[in-house]
């Protein structure tokens, strides 16, 4: 399923913020080697369903208070290191594919 932008609808994921992304990027391009694509996910999120089934549903994830003082129960994170030279910063709109398909990825 695709969104009014022509972006696939993201599930498991925020749809990500993309002008501030392509600010940063622009100005600051060639200060950087990289960028990091950081992927958080929290054991407390996936609960079995009561009924019976070896189903799961999604709780709400720690807020900012649970994360710091270690609340939760586990998490798992994938770090991602992404050489400068393939990230655009340019084109608005090629950035905010880039982005999107960073976020896609994760949602997969």
């Known amino acids: 399923m695709t969104c009014f932008t022509g972006l696939r609808v993201l599930n498991n994921t925020l749809t990500p913020r993309t002008r501030g992304v392509y600010l940063a ?8 080697d990289a960028v990091y694509d950081v992927t958080i996910a929290y054991d407390s999120t996936r609960q ?4 019976g089934t070896q189903q799961y549903q999604r709780s709400k994830a720690p807020g900012m208070v649970e994360f ?4 939760t ?7 991602r ?3 400068m ?3 655009p910063h340019t084109d ?3 950035v905010t594919r880039w982005l999107h398909a960073l976020f896609e990825r994760k949602d997969r």
């Open 81 to 83: 290191r992404i050489d």
């Open 48 to 51: 079995q369903t009561n009924d």
């Open 68 to 71: 710091i003082y270690s609340y």
């Open 92 to 94: 608005e709109e090629e």
């Open 25 to 32: 990027l622009r100005e600051l391009h060639q200060y950087f």
């Open 73 to 79: 129960p586990g998490m798992h994170m994938n770090i």
């Open 85 to 87: 030279s393939s990230v």
